[in-house]
C-alpha cells in the first residue's frame, strides 16, 4: 500500500471513530437531558403532594366536627389527588434511583405512609437512609423512620434508630444541641403518647431540655423550649411530624 492509500485509510477510520464519538456523545447528552428532565418532574410533583397534605390537615381541623359531610367530600378530594401525585411520583424515581435524594425519598415514604401502604412506606424511610450523603441527612432519615414505626408498635425498632441518630450528630454548637434536642423531643413525644411509656419520656424529655437549653441563640432557644413544653403537655401541634419553626443548617464540619 504506497503513502497515498495509506493517508485515505488513516483518514477513513479517523472520520468513523470520530462519528461514532460524536454518536455515543449525543445518546449521553441525550441520556442526561432525559434524567433532569424526570428529576424536575419530581421535585415538582413532591412539591405539590406537601401542601396537599397540609391541605387535609386544615380541612379536618376547621371542618371535622362542625361539618362531617363536607370534610368527607374535601377529604375524599384530596386523598384522590394524593394518590395521583404518589403514584406518579413513584414511578418517576423508579426511572432515576441514583438521582433521588434522602429529603425526596423521606418525603415519598411519608406520603405513602399517610396513603396506608405502610409496606411501601418501610422500603422508602429504608432508602432515604441508604441514599444520606452524610451523618446530618442520615440522621434526620433515621429519626423520620423511627416516627414511623412507634404507631405500629415496633418500639424496640424505632429506639435503636433514635439512638443511631443522635449519635450521628456529636460536638457542640447550637446546631449540634438543636438538632439533638428536636430529635429526643419527637422520641419523648412518641413515647408519651404512642408507647404510653411516661419512664423512657421523661428521660427523653429531659435530655431535650438539656440540649435547648446549651444554645447560645436566645430566640432558638426561648422558641425549641416553648415546643418542647407543649409537646410534654401532649398538644397535638407538637407531634414530632411537625417541623420547628427554626432549622438551624449544618456547618461543614458536620457532614
Known amino acids: 500500500m504506497d503513502t497515498k492509500d495509506l493517508i485515505s485509510v488513516s483518514l477513513s477510520v479517523l472520520a468513523f471513530i470520530l462519528s461514532g464519538s460524536a454518536t455515543i456523545i449525543s445518546i449521553i447528552r441525550a441520556r442526561q437531558e432525559k434524567q433532569r428532565a424526570i428529576k424536575r418532574e419530581i421535585t415538582e410533583t413532591l412539591g405539590r403532594i406537601v401542601p396537599t397534605a397540609l391541605e387535609s390537615a386544615k380541612a379536618y ?3 371535622a366536627q362542625s361539618d ?4 368527607q367530600a374535601v377529604s375524599s378530594i384530596l386523598n384522590q389527588q394524593n394518590t395521583f401525585l404518589l403514584n406518579q411520583a413513584t414511578y418517576l424515581a423508579e426511572q432515576v434511583p441514583t438521582l433521588m ?3 425526596e425519598y423521606n418525603t415519598i415514604a411519608s406520603a405513602t405512609a399517610s396513603a396506608g401502604d405502610l409496606i411501601a412506606a418501610d422500603r422508602y424511610y429504608k432508602k432515604a437512609v441508604d441514599v444520606a450523603p452524610n451523618g446530618y441527612f442520615k440522621a434526620l432519615a433515621l429519626r423520620s423512620y423511627a416516627t414511623f414505626l412507634f404507631p405500629q408498635q415496633r418500639f424496640d425498632e424505632a429506639r435503636k434508630l433514635f439512638k443511631q441518630s443522635v449519635a450521628l450528630i456529636a460536638g457542640t454548637g447550637d ?3 438543636f438538632t439533638n434536642g428536636f430529635t429526643y423531643q419527637m422520641w419523648a413525644w412518641s413515647e408519651a403518647n404512642l408507647a404510653h411509656s411516661k419512664g423512657q419520656a421523661d428521660v427523653c424529655f429531659e435530655i431535650a431540655a438539656n440540649e435547648f437549653m446549651a444554645i447560645e441563640n436566645a430566640q432558638v432557644r426561648s422558641d425549641a423550649l416553648m415546643r418542647l413544653q407543649l409537646a410534654r403537655a401532649g398538644d397535638p401541634s407538637a407531634h414530632p411530624a411537625n417541623k420547628p419553626a427554626f432549622q438551624l443548617q449544618p456547618q461543614a464540619s458536620a457532614a
Open 61 to 63: 381541623r376547621e371542618t
Open 175 to 177: 446546631f449540634v444541641h
Open 68 to 71: 362531617p359531610a363536607y370534610f
Open 101 to 103: 435524594t434522602a429529603v
